[in-house]
């Protein structure tokens, strides 16, 4: 592994999904990425209406009584229900809100946000969370995730009292000029060229019928598993990371032919793969492929935005490519940010939060999907020798995490320990120290360490990479060991 340019230092940024100095989750507050709460304690028919009451304040003083807002919803407990809960409260204040009356990926919602003028919308998700919990994501009039000045006016907006409800203006449908889009994007024509077969799994989530009807369209061997919506994801977290992919890995295998699983998540706004081998391919590797095949094999150029988790490798392409990178705090919102004000070729999050600057500035699993089928069909190779062709380009990265269920008191602890970082974990010495969003540091070549207390949910997440797949483990030892608990 080698360094790449200068390294940014800022303080740690605070986590808001907790109260200070106690475990009870604040009443409605907007994390890395929306409000989530768990279901029938905090997120309650009462308190949704009463956050989109404060969502539709900010959106008359910004747009005008009137302006359109998109209400949309996936797969969760009672989705439909609380979509109507959120429309009929937009409504209530003096907007026109226009519900979809069947799941939809974010994505979708997005991008119908730009097609039709939107002011912007309101998706009923907890993406990636497990199953008891639900959330509400805002989208701005961009199509991406509002910005922290926006949520902060809409906690502030956020009435006391039952707001007034009113009928929404009727529905919107954006599946169509949605799956044109994605024909437009994916490359379609070179994958049907490469006839790959694909295992596409939608984890029980929104996302069900997307990708698998757009390659059957087109005339390729495609299927799904786990494609009925079920509120309980089989009893997953409906997040495409290694311990939750392995009915995807088992269909690999099991197929009678050498084929390429793709899965998304509960919302459909991040991406997953696994190889003809059946092996996990990361969102690091995955990210990596990406900007890849858009910068070289498309001819495409723009800025490469990066969350603070994720792997080196993309600044070592970046440099490669002369393409100018920006590293950012964790959340897509900072992502978006940076394509609102300059050419974005590219950016996104360790999870598999990709978004492509041609398309939204806003992430999209489903055309990630695509591009990873495209890029595959460039190489004329399957993703296992893609993968190795990368890893031969950069040297070997090894990446990982460990999330953390810790109190509050003991994620606090911890992170008061890291103000002073050991100065060697694992057998190697630490040469630098980053506070950019938690506490990194850095084993020069060597790769580096990650603390940071999530957004989103009631975790401390460590991650690691490393250039010793040997060595991969014992860095999450060593930084579970100070946050003074054990590794699984």
């Given at each position: ?425 694992a057998g190697l010495d630490v040469t630098s120290v980053e506070r950019l969003d938690g506490v990194k540091v850095r084993f020069g070549t060597h790769g580096w360490l990650l603390w940071r207390p999530s957004g989103t949910e ?31």
């Amino acid at each position: 592994m080698k360094p790449v340019g200068p390294r940014p230092v800022g303080p740690p940024g605070p986590s808001p999904f907790f109260r200070k100095g106690g475990d009870a989750p604040l009443g409605i507050r907007f994390g890395t990425d929306g409000w989530r709460a768990v279901l029938a304690e905090e997120f309650t028919l009462a308190a949704v209406r009463r956050a989109a009451a404060g969502a539709a304040a900010v959106w008359r003083q910004d747009a005008g009584a009137g302006a359109l807002v998109l209400v949309g919803h996936d797969t969760r407990f009672m989705g439909a229900t609380f979509a109507r809960a959120v429309a009929a409260a937009l409504a209530g204040a003096g907007l026109e809100a226009r519900l979809c009356p069947h799941p939809l990926p974010t994505p979708a919602v997005s991008f119908a946000v730009r097609v039709a003028g939107a002011a912007g919308a309101v998706v009923v998700t907890a993406s990636h969370n497990p199953p008891q919990w639900n959330g509400l994501k805002l989208k701005g009039p961009h199509g991406g995730p509002v910005d922290e000045a926006f949520t902060g006016r809409v906690e502030a907006a956020v009435p006391e009292a039952e707001p007034p409800l009113g009928e929404p203006a009727g529905t919107f449908e954006p599946l169509p000029a949605y799956r044109a889009r994605l024909r437009e994007l994916g490359g379609l024509d070179a994958i049907v060229a490469a006839r790959p077969r694909v295992i596409c799994d939608p984890m029980h989530g929104s996302g069900a019928g997307l990708l698998v009807g757009l390659l059957r369209e087109a005339g390729l061997v495609a299927r799904e598993i786990r494609s009925a919506p079920d509120p309980e994801f089989g009893g997953l977290r409906p997040e495409p990371i290694a311990p939750n992919l392995a009915p995807l890995q088992a269909a690999v295998r099991a197929s009678i032919a050498p084929a390429v699983g793709l899965a998304t998540d509960g919302d459909a706004d991040r991406v997953g793969a696994v190889d003809e081998s059946g092996a996990i391919v990361d969102a690091q590797r995955i990210f990596s492929l990406l900007l890849r095949h858009l910068a070289r094999d498309r001819g495409l150029r723009g800025t490469v935005a990066k969350t603070y988790a994720v792997t080196d490798m993309v600044d070592e392409l970046a440099a490669r490519m002369g393409l100018p990178l920006r590293i950012l705090p964790v959340g897509f919102k900072h992502v978006t940010a940076v394509a609102l004000r300059e050419p974005l070729l590219i950016g996104g999050e360790e999870a598999g939060g990709i978004g492509v600057g041609v398309h939204l500035p806003e992430r999209d699993g489903i055309l990630c999907g695509l591009l990873l089928l495209s890029a595959m069909a460039r190489a004329g190779c399957g993703l296992r020798e893609l993968v190795a062709d990368l890893l031969a380009e950069l040297g070997p990265h090894v990446y990982g995490r460990l999330d953390l269920h810790l109190s509050e008191r003991e994620r606090a602890a911890a992170m008061a320990a890291l103000r002073e970082p050991p100065s060697a974990l694992a057998g190697l010495d630490v040469t630098s120290v980053e506070r950019l969003d938690g506490v990194k540091v850095r084993f020069g070549t060597h790769g580096w360490l990650l603390w940071r207390p999530s957004g989103t949910e009631p975790l401390l997440r460590v991650y690691a990479e490393t250039d010793r797949e040997d060595r991969l483990a014992d860095l999450l030892r060593a930084g579970a060991a100070i946050c003074r608990t054990e590794a699984p």
